[in-house]
């Protein structure tokens, strides 16, 4: 037996585990030795009890597929690094948990304040367009900044046609 | 040098003056900027949670019409940053990914081939014009002013991708605030996240830790703080004025080239000062140049 097929044999996994291994960003969920510091590191974690990147991992690891997808656990994290700058063994939380969300979505498991951001973005092509008021251009024009902000809406309706009207796969 | 900026989607509606002072910091110091018009969001977050192509094609039209202006890009967010960069990695490591976005965009006569570079602000002050020339530009220097440096999650990590600094220790900030004279003020959690990408799921947990990191900056007796990104400067001011944050002297936030500009003898006016929600007195008095 070669060295990395012990290793392999040795950690635990799942379907679950090696699905989200399968996908942009979850490549390295199988190094994870369940050491914390990656919640130990997390700003979320030191603020609130809801939040704990050691055990999503460990659910995905053991492969509670269900409760991972649908729940909103893989959605609370800001994506600030700080555990992947700090993990000894090369894995990136924030990386799983982007794959894992990116999977969720795919499945239609999305927190409705994720929906409708996006869906904004879709139809305005920014985010901003509802604040964006005369009273805006007033300031901008008094900084001497050009006081018309366009985006390209038309753009943003292609992507929506492309990625967003029919289910499609994790990508 | 000639650079395009791309403002995101906050900056130019929630934040304008971060626009105004970079475009007037970045003039004073001979670079050539125009604005990226007709731009659309780079899909940070929530975009980018949902779909990784939808998302490097949004990405991937902005590259391409950097590329079409034969312009390299300055990005003063920290999301709209690390956006750009990450999609950029991805589109020149996978050829399927760059073709599929190039197909895309070819409906606009668009095309990404990979010439045109990312750059943050920071990127751009420290690199590109250095220190030494931001040194030499001073005019109006603070009297050691005490600053707290912010440097925002986006614009230094992932480093293999971003490239900006040091993500355990940056200190691009703090040379910044010294070159203008102004004392760098250390604190605990300084790489920590501001809190505001947390405003989407649970306003309090983000409030939570906006004001953690307040308290700190204010026990180590700062007179202000200095931003690299419009979502922190944003969330590190709001979170002031919040039920939670008691009633202590509020710590005025301010963008950098804000900071610097005043150094560097720009008016007031064209730094957008009049708009700051904290008054900047404790930070501005210190500038021999000082507010008109």
Redesign the interface.
Known sequence: MSKTEKHKRLTPSSDFAEEVASI?GGEDIAKCIQCGICTASC??A???EKYRPRKIIQKIILGDRVEVLTS?MS??C?????C??RCQEGV?PAEIF?AV??LA?SEGH??N??RK??DT??ED????KD??SDF?QD??D?????PE????EK??H??KE???SKK?GP? | MDLIIYRGCTIPVRLPGYEAATIAVLEKLGVNVTVMNDANCCGAQYIESLNRMAYAVMCGRLLAIAEREERDIVALCGACSGSLKTNQHFLDNDIQARDEVNSILADEGLKYTGKVRVRHLLQVLMEDIGIEAIERAIVAPYKGTKLASHYGCHVTRPYEIVQVDDPENPTILDRIVEAAGGTAVDYPGKTRCCGGPMLAMDEEVAGVIGLDKIEKIGEAGADGIVTACVFCDIQLTQVQFGDKAGNPRKIPVLPIPQFLGLALGIEDSALGFELNKIDPETVVSGCSGGLK
Do not use: Q
Not at chain 1, 78 to 82: L, Q
Not at chain 1, 142 to 146: E, K, P, R
């Open positions: 942009h700003v979320v030191r603020a609130t909103e959605w609370f800001m994506t600030c690094r700080m992947e700058d990136s982007h969300r990116v979505a999305i927190p304040v994720f951001s996006a973005v879709l092509g920014w985010m901003l604040a964006y805006i300031e901008r008094d900084l001497g900044l050009d902000v366009t985006f390209n753009f943003a292609r992507i492309k990625y967003f499609e990508r």
